[in-house]
């Protein structure tokens, strides 16, 4: 059955998605994640979560999904030693950096491809495999039959779908609004939330919301994905709260059983939620369901009712839904040409059936026919659970061999050999062994445990167990080692790269044309595309076609292609983010032709060791946003029909002003 995977911000809401049905819980430590406004765990934290999931039988995944420079590579490297000696089903990381120092240093630790990693392509999800990614978080912009045609032509290797929540409006880890207008970074966890605030578009002098794209609920889909073969179902939401999380786990969950998800709608609309849609997986294109919140982008609830007239502090409402005390009210007011939330908590003075009597806080005026919403349900308060829980045993990696008279067990910093009685036998004696050398009554434990020959065997499991508690007690004698990073790459030098915005080709960051520069031709690869075949088959034909060429890699799948076509040069282009030196030695050793690369644009130094001489681009001012929503058709809601597929406009905030270019549908804002 597909997996159910819910967001956890702290401990509590992890045993609250437990308890609601989830599958498997997501959640980032103190340090290196995505959500810093999360409580985030601690390693007692993990520790706990840890334990109980593996007696419930459930998945903990670990986002460690920064960018993460030279500089905080030692503490990066202690905090995914600590993860790996309580043990997690899978980290779910952002930079190739901390993917190369998991597959060489933390082998234990399964590799889940973030979606900050903006895989959308066949070629991206290949290459993720090729790395040693176990599963990968697919971008959320992608259609179901795009979906479909990605499963189809990657059968072996595990995908994550978005369902429900926030949708950005930028492709994840593409966008640098936060960081080029607040300074607060995104890829560091930091997001200012841009899409969520005004601009004034400057054709129409309209003040609007052009960038704040409705919540994701997918729930119709949900079966149509599984059917298709995904293998996990993610939800947004480690800033929103264990209502929310104990809400959308009901509903996801008697969706995926096949109950009645109706009873459990209310619930989720109460907790938080936008105006939705099932976003991209309806489709996309011209013609497309506009996906813009419109002029309000906050959490609207259940609209109930409108308000009939006011006298003073006291409001007359109809409404289709029961109103109580304490329950959450708001209406939406016209504040220059946007909508402003008034929000209040009821005080009902008097009903008679569907008409109730308000008593206000102050004297707001509220026009006559305005609409009434419930966004809380004062019954709907959920009680505080016990995080006392015990803590997970240490977890060490062991291969145990089976021979003729005795039993190896063998570890990285311990190996014994024992003496037993092995018995020939009708059935494999791997289950039991592993099941035995799991257990412990130490602060360690065996996992997760290889067993070779033991196919036809018989152990007495009194001996397995003594074994297993000699073997225990002289691992909890050895010194304790404090994990320190040390790194593998080699010092190189090469020559730098041109200025990144020589590279442009005046409208784009990238450039499938060409700039000739100083002998050499720079091509770069567009970091978002839904012809891969066709780029891929034009960028060759071009690099066949100029001088010296030399192509610039934007986005994981690029790397596909520069391994199938050695023969061209290459270098790694801004949207790769080469953050740190174990990035910039992956790369290399993926692409042998690689011959530099742009700095990650939010340093402007690294520290060496590094493969090659990175070219600082800290200068370059990138897009805010790359997008798959068109702001022609969705923000200003014009026609498709009349649509030349492209179109410049202008928008204006705080006395900034941004170029946005709309090119076959994908909207570019600089």
Known sequence: MIELAMPAGTIEEALVAFNAGADAVYFGMKEFSARKGAGNFSLEDLSKIRKLSLDRNRKIYVTVNTLIDDASLPAAYRLLSDISGIGADGIITQDLGIARIIGNDFPSLPLHGSTQLAVHTISGVKEMQDLGFERVVLSRELTLDEIRRIREACPDIELKVFIHGA???????????????????????????ICRTWFVDEESGRKLYPFSLKDLDAGRYVKELERIGIDS????????????VDAVTRYYRAIIDGCDEGQYRKAVSLSFQRSHSAGYLEGAG?????????????????????????????????????????????????????????????????SEGLRYILLLDDSKAIPAGSELFMISDSSMNMRKLSTDIPLAKKAIPARITVHDKSIEIMTERLSLGYEAEVLPSEKSAEEPIIRCFSSSDTAYALSPISVEGADRRYINPKEMKRIRRDFLSRYEELPE??????????????????ERKALDDGIFPWNMKGKEIGGR????FPPVKFDEDRIFREMKEKALSV????????????????????????????????SNREAAELLREEVPSLEGGYLWV??????????????????????????????????????????KRHS?????????????????????VR
């Open 167 to 193: 949708l950005c409006y930028g492709f994840s880890g593409l966008c640098m609004a936060s960081h080029e207008i607040t300074g607060r970074s995104a890829n560091e966890g930091s997001c200012a939330q």
């Open 233 to 244: 179902l993610k939800v947004e939401g480690r800033l929103k709260g264990s209502g929310y």
């Open 286 to 350: 011209p013609g497309h369901r506009n996906l813009l919140t419109g002029s309000y982008t906050g959490h609207q609830g259940i609209r109930i009712g409108k308000v009939l007239d006011q006298r003073g502090r006291k409001i007359l409402v109809q409404s289709d839904m029961r109103i109580k005390d304490r329950d959450g009210l708001m209406v939406l007011l016209p504040s220059d040409g946007l909508s402003s939330p008034y929000r209040f908590p009821a005080k009902v003075l008097g």
């Open 481 to 498: 080692i404090e994990a320190c990073y040390r790194s593998s790459v080699k010092d190189g030098s090469s020559e730098t790269l041109p």
């Open 521 to 524: 031709t720079y091509l770069s």
């Open 547 to 578: 001088p010296s060429p030399v192509i610039g890699l934007n986005n994981i799948g690029d790397i596909r292609f520069a391994k199938e076509n050695p023969q061209f040069s290459y270098f790694a282009d801004i949207y790769l983010y080469l």
């Open 602 to 643: 939010e340093r402007d130094s690294y520290e060496r060791p590094w493969p090659f001489t990175p070219t600082a681009a800290s200068g370059y001012r990138m897009p805010l946003f790359i997008s798959r929503s068109c702001y022609r058709h969705d923000s200003l809601g014009l026609s498709c029909d009349e649509c």
């Open 648 to 668: 410049l406009h202008h928008i204006r905030q705080n006395e900034r002003r941004y170029e946005v270019t709309v090119d076959d549908c994908l909207t570019l």
